[in-house]
């Protein structure tokens, strides 16, 4: 069971951008930043602890995926959108994706490169 996980960024303003948007649309929020207040270091993202971290301490640009549970497929579509907006590369249109090439049946996601080239997903199990 995993508490928390995060990623690497090059420059964690601009890719707070991405995140703050594309977390957003799942019901995300910036929970915690290193130093206080200001990000620059880090940035917690979640509902009530941080679950998911951006930070410039470790690795970045090593092409990571992450998926994020959506409560419904319009969260999903939300997310992909918004992070389309906030400067994402689209990598996987929001849609239900086929058993025969691996994925479980009702499986819908979404997939986008945020700005280091991480592939993120957003995933509605329905």
Wanted: hydrophobic share 40%; no cysteine; net charge negative.
């Amino acid at each position: 069971m995993l508490d928390h996980t995060g990623i690497g960024v090059a420059d964690v303003a601009r890719s707070a951008v991405f995140y703050d948007a594309a977390l957003g649309a799942l019901g995300l929020r910036r929970v915690m930043q290193l130093p206080e207040d200001l990000g620059t270091d880090g940035i917690g993202y979640g509902r009530d602890h941080p679950i998911f971290w951006i930070d410039r301490f470790h690795p970045h640009s090593v092409k990571q995926h992450t998926a994020f549970a959506a409560r419904s497929r319009a969260e999903v579509d939300a997310f992909h959108a918004a992070a389309l907006a906030a400067g994402g590369t689209d990598n996987g249109a929001p849609g239900l994706r086929s058993p025969a090439t691996g994925y479980p049946q009702g499986y819908y996601a979404a997939f986008v490169l945020d700005p280091d080239g991480n592939n993120m997903e957003a995933v509605f199990r329905g």
